[in-house]
């Protein structure tokens, strides 16, 4: 199991907010976390520690500069998602990010527009493209959610699902949308249903707080599946050390 950083942009800022919380009804989000160190220090920082495959996500609009910023300083190291298309995969690609990730330019209106996601696989290619199946449940059954997480789709988390999928990308990004930013622990159903299902590299994001939690992760998901952790770490603002999860994903992975 692979520690991959992130770094979540929010009107050129880096935060940590409740995801759920983030809507386009001009509120604002549910902030944990928010600095004026600059991407760049953080990708330093992942650079550093040569953490590659981590991830930059612009959350809304007026992000492209500070995530631009990121990429600089760490080439090669970052997937990045939030908004994108192939009019701009390719920007942020020959800025230095490794992956693209998308979701509403796939996902939308409650279904897969398949057309869209082969044409943007054979734009950036399959080996740079990564999924963000990010989900909900919804009566008893894990849906795929877009549109700053508000909307069911009705695409289900499942190894039918993994497999469909898996022909147009590279790797898959999980974000267990209900407890997302919200440091009360990891989402042990939903990594148990992933842990049968995925058929390629996959990122779980979601509810990590402590060692506890990566341990159970490991152990759910046999080790199959990679972890990222946001608001609970000691550099956005949490009591998690980041030395510490650097250090024991290190001894499993």
Known sequence: ?????????????????????????????????????????????????NLYGGHVIMLGKGNESAALDALKAFPGGFH????????????????????????????????VHWDR??????????????????????????????????????????SQTFDKLSSFCDEFLIHAADVEGMCKGIDVELIELLSRSISLPTTYAGGVRSIEDL????????????????????IFGGNLSFRSVVDWCRTVG
């Open 117 to 158: 996601l082969e044409h943007l696989m054979k734009s950036v290619g399959k080996e740079k493209l990564v999924l963000d199946l990010s989900c909900k449940k919804k009566n008893g059954v894990y849906y795929v959610v877009t549109d700053r997480w508000q909307n069911f789709t009705d695409i289900s988390i499942s």
């Open 215 to 234: 341990v159970q992760l490991e152990r759910i998901g046999m080790g199959r599946i990679d972890v990222t952790v946001g608001s609970a770490l000691d």
């Open 80 to 111: 990045i998602g939030g908004g994108i298309t192939p009019d701009n995969a390719h920007l942020y690609l020959d800025a230095g990010a490794s992956h693209v990730i998308v979701t509403s330019y796939v996902f939308k209106d409650g279904m």
């Open 1 to 49: 199991m692979k520690f991959r950083p992130c770094i979540d942009l929010h009107a050129g800022k880096v935060k940590q907010i409740v995801g759920s919380t983030l809507k386009d009804d001009g509120q604002e989000p549910l902030t944990n976390f928010q600095t004026d160190l600059s991407p760049a220090y953080f990708a330093g920082l992942y650079k550093k520690e």
